[in-house]
T-cell receptor, first 115, second 111 residues
Framework: DAGVIQSPRHEVTEMGQEVTLRCKPI?????LFWYRQTMMRGLELLIY????????DSGMPEDRFSAKMPNASFSTLKIQPSEPRDSAVYFC?????????????FGPGTRLTVL | QKEVEQDPGPLSVPEGAIVSLNCTYS??????FMWYRQYSRKGPELLMY????GNKEDGRFTAQVDKSSKYISLFIRDSQPSDSATYLC???????????FGKGITLSVRP
């Protein structure tokens, strides 16, 4: 099993640019989570999907952030326009647990730097 | 008051020591409690998962939940250099409820 796959692993962009982060969950997992980790705020849940449907997006910081899950094997997190304060490590996680109580198996993360 | 508070550390102990990591929380609705381990530049991995109060043991690791005090702990016995990592507590009220993390504590086990 390849685990959760995220791309790109590193992204450096300039303020105002659109950023798209990608995630392939573990096959068979029906829950998917997007997290953001910074030194200041720690690890925060941004959005949680179950069976491709967004269940809780209360952690999405503002309208510049959007997430989609068009099918069971792919999800994107988009930031448009990006700002320097969006610099963080973004993790995707997936889980067999449909209740969302276990947090999931984490991917390696995408390290985003917005200049 | 933050929903979940975790000692910021860092914590440094000699090999073989017993380590105690703790989190407190304010939301009495929390029912599911987790500990994650995160190595440098890696994603967190689930270490322990418990429901409600009580103890759970897995090898050298013991997770303890005291809901009356709103306090959870992770004990590591016979700590090893390979245990050096950041440990995060996490908790949620239940199905489809938001998972809330502590900020994590970095543990260093000296050979």
């Amino acid at each position: 099993d390849a685990g959760v796959i995220q791309s790109p692993r590193h992204e450096v962009t300039e303020m105002g640019q659109e950023v798209t982060l990608r995630c392939k969950p573990i096959s068979g997992h029906n829950s998917l989570f997007w997290y953001r980790q910074t030194m200041m705020r720690g690890l925060e849940l941004l959005i949680y999907f179950n069976n491709n449907v967004p269940i809780d997006d209360s952690g999405m910081p503002e309208d510049r952030f959007s997430a989609k899950m068009p099918n069971a094997s792919f999800s994107t997190l988009k930031i448009q326009p990006s700002e320097p304060r969006d610099s963080a490590v973004y993790f995707c996680a997936s889980s067999l647990d449909s209740t969302g109580t276990s947090g999931g198996v984490f991917g390696p993360g995408t390290r985003l730097t917005v200049l | 008051q933050k929903e979940v508070e975790q000692d910021p550390g860092p914590l440094s102990v000699p090999e073989g020591a017993i380590v105690s990591l703790n989190c407190t929380y304010s939301n009495s609705a929390f029912q599911y409690f987790m500990w994650y381990r995160q190595y440098s530049r890696k994603g967190p991995e689930l270490l322990m998962y418990t429901y409600s109060s009580g103890n759970k043991e897995d090898g050298r690791f013991t997770a303890q939940v005291d809901k009356s005090s709103k306090y959870i702990s992770l004990f590591i016995r016979d700590s090893q250099p390979s245990d050096s990592a950041t440990y995060l507590c996490a908790m949620t009220a239940g199905a489809n409820s938001k998972l809330t993390f502590g900020k994590g504590i970095t543990l260093s086990v000296r050979p």
